[in-house]
């Protein structure tokens, strides 16, 4: 079993419509927990960064985790074909090495 | 925000040729490097892990011999492919990592090798 699951998708949603992309895992010990997007040839970009069980908001994007369930989620309010991309889940016990998820394709259609 | 420039953004070589990929975090330093490589359709796999002024630590099933690492500087560290061939050929991303701030990554290095 993988540290860290993430369905690789692709996952297909018209524009304007709520994104809701997620991954499991299962060390307890993963205190950070990072969103990345990957354009294609591109390396990830910081979405969003967090660190405690709840909610963080950042325009268009929320982070959730749920620390009990093992369980984080992004989600993207009316969502852009510009966002079609490679979104990446991350986290560590905070001693720097990143523990990845396979990353999920998103398409936004116009 | 943080940036992490990477150079250069795609190299075509022969075989038995030596790469050389920089690294730099532009606006902060970074204590520590990471350098990952990437397959298509596939997550990013670390390879090294670079601290300043000391040596690479290297993941399993990685040659240090074959990838050398350097990290001289709080805002540079390199990577050297050496005597590179065909199955070298892959996707490098460098990240850097401050004070208080998680990864920030390059934009990547497309590595051929013919």
């Known amino acids: 079993q993988k540290e860290v699951e993430q369905d690789p998708g692709p996952l297909s949603v018209p524009e304007g419509a709520i994104v809701s992309l997620n991954c499991t895992y299962s060390n307890s010990a993963f205190q950070y927990f990072m969103w990345y997007r990957q354009y294609s040839r591109k390396g990830p970009e910081l979405l969003m960064y967090?660190?405690?069980?709840g909610n963080k908001e950042d325009g268009r994007f929320t982070a959730q985790v749920d620390k009990s369930s093992k369980y984080i989620s992004l989600f993207i309010r009316d969502s852009q074909p510009s966002d079609s991309a490679t979104y990446l889940c991350a986290m560590n016990t905070g001693f720097q090495k990143l523990v990845f998820g396979t990353g999920t394709r998103l398409l936004v259609s116009p | 925000g943080a940036v992490v420039s990477q150079h250069p953004s795609w190299v075509i070589c022969k075989s038995g040729t030596s790469v050389k990929i920089e690294c730099r975090s532009l606006d902060f330093q970074a204590t520590t490097m990471f350098w990952y490589r990437q397959f298509p359709k596939q997550s990013l796999m670390l390879m090294a892990t670079?601290?300043?002024?000391?040596?690479?630590?290297?993941e399993q099933g990685v040659e240090k011999d074959k990838f050398l690492i350097n990290h001289a500087s709080l805002t540079l560290s390199t990577l050297t492919v050496t005597s590179a061939h065909p199955e070298d050929s892959s996707f490098y991303i460098c990240?850097?990592?401050?004070?208080?701030?998680?990864?920030?990554f390059g934009d990547g290095t497309r590595l051929s090798i013919l």
């Open positions: 670079s601290n300043e002024g000391s040596k690479a630590t290297y």
């Open positions: 990240s850097a990592l401050g004070s208080n701030q998680p990864q920030h």
């Open positions: 967090t660190y405690s069980s």
